[in-house]
């Protein structure tokens, strides 16, 4: 195996003609292409990547900050982004992070390293992300959103998320229906709830929100409000409610209906019997992907409209039904 610059000595010409040749660009000659290429096959020279970006000045890297390893759902969103991303000859670094400045320390070493762009989870809405990194390297925030230069911003609309859970369960006979949530502020965890509320308030339901969701707390608030279904964030805090249910008796979908958002592959493989509202992964991915290679811009109206997969864990409520 030789190197760029042996091959170009072999050949009589320039090290930036073998690169012209090897990746079928123009302004040289078909005979002299002909000819290198022959020669790279006769002495089974293989680019060096590292070298080729030093060359032309652009990384073949994208890298990426996640919140935590332990969500099955960002990183099936990651992986999304990985596999689009490699088709376009680009790999994707992950690294973890559990605050707002191992973030932004990411970012730094990204730009320090000139990657061709950053996909991030931010961990709190709205963070601020400085000029000196975000000058430096292209920064797509997707769920959550970011604030500063040269950012794009990629999330569905939260609040027709909400809204279609709610609709769908109605559509079920369900007019008691408890939204459960977390209590931290973020744009997808109020934007749901409010979907929500905006569908009870419309059909003039009773309506209740609970975060943070405990035993007590979940079976005292289904003693009191009597809900017929449970309209969860997302998959993880459905499952968590039904093992909850389960522990105290509950039964799902006879006793109480219970309803997720997200339907990540990896989850749902493990807990298929779930139903949920889907959430555009393949979209997000492409669109991110797009983003950071072709400087598109992404807007919530390039999603489809929320769709429920349904599965074992809702059922109609008739008035005969009981609530335990």
């Given at each position: 195996?030789?190197?760029?610059?042996?091959?170009?000595?072999?050949?009589?010409?320039?090290?930036?003609?073998?690169?012209?040749?090897?990746?079928?660009?123009?302004?040289?000659?078909?005979?002299?292409?002909?000819?290198?290429?022959?020669?790279?096959?006769?002495?089974?020279?293989?680019p060096n990547p590292m070298a080729r970006e030093l060359m032309t000045g652009?990384?073949?890297?994208?890298?990426?900050v996640i919140s935590s390893f332990n969500s099955i759902f960002f990183m099936d969103?990651?992986?999304?982004?990985?596999?689009?991303?490699?088709?376009k000859g680009l790999t994707l670094v992950i690294m973890p992070a559990s605050n707002t400045e191992e973030t932004l320390a990411a970012l730094k070493d990204f730009a320090s390293r000139r990657y061709r762009g950053a996909v991030i989870v931010p961990p709190e809405d709205g963070m601020k992300i400085p000029v000196e990194i975000s000058g430096s390297i292209k920064v797509v925030s997707i769920v959550g959103s970011c604030r500063g230069k040269n950012i794009v911003n990629i999330s569905p609309d939260e609040v027709k998320?909400?809204?279609?859970?709610?609709?769908?369960?109605?559509?079920?006979?369900?007019?008691?229906?408890?939204?459960?949530?977390?209590?931290?502020?973020?744009?997808?965890?109020?934007?749901?709830?409010?979907?929500?509320?905006?569908?009870?308030?419309?059909?003039?339901?009773?309506?209740?929100?609970?975060?943070?969701?405990?035993?007590?707390?979940?079976?005292?608030?289904?003693?009191?409000?009597?809900?017929t279904a449970l309209f969860c964030h997302n998959d993880w805090l459905a499952l968590s409610a039904m093992r909850i249910l389960e522990r105290n008796g509950y039964k799902v979908p006879s006793g109480i209906s219970v309803l997720?958002?997200?339907?990540?592959?990896?989850?749902?493989?493990?807990?298929?019997?779930?139903?949920?509202?889907?959430?555009?992964?393949?979209?997000l991915a492409e669109m991110a992907s797009d983003c950071l290679t072709g400087g598109k811009t992404a807007t919530c109206s390039k999603f489809p409209p929320p769709v429920v997969i349904e599965r074992k864990t809702v059922q109609i409520q008739t008035s005969s039904s009981s609530s335990q």
């Open positions: 195996m030789i190197s760029s610059l042996k091959l170009a000595r072999i050949c009589g010409v320039s090290q930036g003609t073998v690169d012209r040749a090897l990746h079928g660009r123009k302004g040289i000659r078909e005979e002299t292409s002909r000819k290198i290429i022959a020669a790279a096959k006769k002495y089974q020279f293989s652009k990384s073949s890297v994208v890298g990426a969103i990651f992986e999304k982004i990985r596999q689009r991303l490699k088709a998320t909400g809204f279609a859970g709610t609709e769908f369960l109605s559509g079920k006979g369900h007019s008691r229906i408890l939204f459960l949530s977390y209590a931290r502020k973020a744009k997808a965890i109020s934007g749901r709830r409010k979907g929500y509320e905006k569908f009870m308030k419309w059909k003039k339901l009773p309506f209740k929100a609970l975060f943070p969701v405990t035993d007590e707390s979940l079976i005292k608030t289904i003693a009191r409000f009597k809900p997720g958002v997200d339907n990540s592959p990896t989850f749902i493989s493990l807990c298929p019997e779930l139903s949920t509202v889907q959430y555009p992964i393949d979209e």
